[in-house]
């Protein structure tokens, strides 16, 4: 069976009479539908009945389902209401703006607010670089979506964005104090985008491209860099490209093989896919063979888009011409970005020895972890209940805090690459093993370790 997430979390109230022991009858019957108890509190004992609240992980929503329809089916208890601990989590949003200065008196108003604020207007047409020292602009960035390529959901829309969006400025916060604000756009036209991120950009010291689908997200990318002052990072891409990279870093020197000699096969030649083998192939790589959803890519192919004629022209160097099992045959490392349960076990028994697999797509990834583990001397997915955990958390809040205090205005590759380092030596050689190759998410070290590789490299 699957393993239960607190993302499918659910608190269950139920009630019963005191003579079926009502605690332990629930508590039977939930665990053996498979899900995981976390929590169990008697709200109410009485003479008549027992109301207890159950909390407890499950699957899936189906699964959830499953769980509340097996207690209702016992005579002897009353399933009273149902939580969806997750959406109540979410319930009137995620984040919200709160004054950093005090606004209790006239004299408050009077500074903060007009006729006091007319000064710092007028400072800032005198100097408008002084629009960072005296504005939010010096700790604020704008998460920028068109709702097209949202996590495994795809194209969404913005409204139905803006969840993830929410959460993606929580975790600015959280990880590296920086202000960070949703901007859900209703367009997926290119020029629009740019058009508007631009006419926004006065406000922001940083711009956050999120789920924007590819090839579209390399354009809006590119033009947004040479428009604009401040630096655009398109996470999907870069974020996703620096975290692998270290991981691979470290996961190569547990297996004692040399990135320059490995052979790489990549699953999703994307966004994420595409700027991945840009860093690794900076980094030193010198043989990755890619697939997307048509096959192969070699490079007797053509693309308009400069993104991808990049990677046909900087990938395949022997030309292979076949399948992804057949290119897996003696492949030193499986990286995937695409989609789930494309691979089976007979794919990837042939790898070479110590063989790394990072199978990255979520929720569920390429192979079964379970299955990979049978093959591969290191495994990684993008999972928080699996060991090596892929996350861009460990690489977005701790670039934008290094551009945002070195008062950046542009993102280089060799930037990247120090940002990678940086997480990678956050893993100290007596904590690497094969099922810590990354630090943990909440490893205080990390932002900071970023931060400071990527104002040094500024």
């Not at 989590?89 to 703006?97: M, S, T, V």
């Not at 006419?199 to 390399?218: H, K, M, Q, T």
């Not at 399948?323 to 691979?343: H, K, Q, R, Y």
Request: glycine residues 6%; charged residues 20%; hydrophobic residues 45%.
């Amino acid at each position: 069976m699957a393993a239960t997430s607190p993302g499918y979390g659910i608190t269950i109230r139920v009630e019963g009479p005191p003579s079926a022991q009502p605690v332990a009858l629930a508590t039977t019957v939930i665990t053996a539908a498979g899900a995981t108890i976390t929590a169990l509190d008697v709200v109410e004992s009485l003479l008549e009945k027992v109301v207890i609240d159950i909390t407890c992980d499950t699957i899936d929503s189906d699964h959830a389902d499953q769980i509340t329809v097996a207690l209702a089916k016992n005579p002897d208890l009353t399933v009273r209401k149902v939580s969806d601990r997750t959406f109540l989590l979410h319930l009137g949003g995620k984040i919200e703006i709160q004054s950093k200065v005090p606004l209790k008196t006239r004299d408050d108003l009077s500074r903060a607010y007009t006729p006091g604020v007319a000064r710092i207007c007028q400072a800032i047409v005198a100097d408008p670089a002084d629009a960072r020292r005296l504005t939010i602009k010096r700790n604020t960035v704008a998460v920028v979506t068109d709702g097209s390529a949202v996590l495994g959901l795809g194209n969404i829309g913005p409204a139905a964005a803006l969840p993830v969006m929410e959460g993606k400025a929580a975790l600015f916060k959280r990880f590296a104090d920086v202000d960070a604000w949703p901007v859900c756009l209703d367009t997926q036209d290119v020029d629009e985008i740019v058009r508007t991120v631009q006419l926004i950009a006065p406000v922001y010291g940083g711009i956050n491209l999120e789920d924007i689908s590819a090839p579209r997200c390399f354009e809006v990318e590119r033009r947004l860099r040479e428009l604009l002052d401040i630096p655009v990072f398109h996470d999907d891409q870069h974020g996703t490209a620096i975290v692998v990279l270290a991981a691979l870093r470290n996961a190569l020197k547990l297996v004692n093989k040399d990135l320059g000699s490995v052979k790489i096969v990549l699953s999703g030649v994307g966004a994420a896919g595409n700027a991945i083998a840009r860093l690794l192939t900076l980094s030193g790589a010198k043989n990755i063979v890619g697939f997307n959803h048509h096959g192969v890519i070699h490079n007797t192919m053509k693309s308009e888009d400069s993104m991808q004629q990049w990677f046909i022209d900087n990938s395949n160097p022997d030309n292979f011409i076949g399948t992804m099992p057949e290119a897996l045959v003696d492949a030193d490392v499986f990286i995937g970005v695409s989609a789930p349960n494309i691979l089976k076990e007979a794919d990837i028994s042939h790898m070479a020895k110590d063989a790394i697999i990072f199978a990255l797509a979520n929720p569920d990834p390429e192979v079964d972890p379970v299955i990979a583990r049978k093959y591969a001397t290191v495994v990684a997915t993008g999972r928080s209940d699996q060991p090596n955990q892929i996350n861009n958390v460990l690489a977005f809040p701790g670039i934008f805090r290094g551009l945002l205090d070195a008062n950046a205005n542009k993102i280089t590759d060799q930037l990247l690459v120090a940002a990678a380092e940086a997480i990678a030596d956050c893993v100290s050689p007596e904590q690497l093993n094969a099922s810590f190759i990354v630090p943990s998410v909440f490893d205080p070290t990390v932002t900071k370790a970023v931060a400071a590789a990527v104002k040094k490299s500024v």
